[in-house]
């Protein structure tokens, strides 16, 4: 009974299997979709791109260094290697997103790069987790 209930009302810690096994299929979902289903379509940066990026005041190389962020960065988060690194250019990548290019679109525009922004931000302050290839290096 106690442990029916430390399950119901306790929730898990991020040091239990349960924990662990929550960060892996964020960690997995959000990093595949963030370099499958956003990052890849920008290799190599479109014209309509760089001209973007350039608007916001950035140099055109930069819309390499954001192709590269979602992709390499969302495929190592995937993977849990190098996870605050990653995580951390993926924020980085996903602030210039959500502040900059969508800042006068309405919030259901910028709802993505915010719910991306929010989930590598935890990365950042949690890491990858006991199912991370950042573990196994580790030893």
Do not use: C
Not at 19 to 30: E, K, P, T
Not at 54 to 62: I, K, N, Q, T
């Amino acid at each position: 009974m106690k442990r029916m209930r430390e399950l119901i009302f306790g929730g898990p810690r991020f040091s239990s299997l349960a924990g662990d096994i929550g960060l892996l299929v964020l960690r997995v979902f959000a990093g595949l979709s963030l370099a499958l289903a956003h990052g890849l379509g920008k290799l190599p940066p479109s014209p309509q791109f760089v001209a973007g990026v350039e608007r916001l005041g950035f140099p055109g190389w930069a819309g390499w260094l954001s192709a590269f962020a979602e992709v390499v960065g969302g495929f190592a988060l995937a993977a849990g290697l190098g996870t605050r690194v990653a995580a951390l250019l993926i924020a980085t990548n996903l602030s210039v997103a959500a502040f900059l290019q969508h800042a006068n679109d309405p919030y259901g525009r910028k709802e993505l790069p915010f719910l991306f922004l929010a989930v590598a931000i935890m990365f950042v302050f949690v890491g990858g987790g006991r199912f991370s290839l950042d573990r196994v290096v580790k030893r």
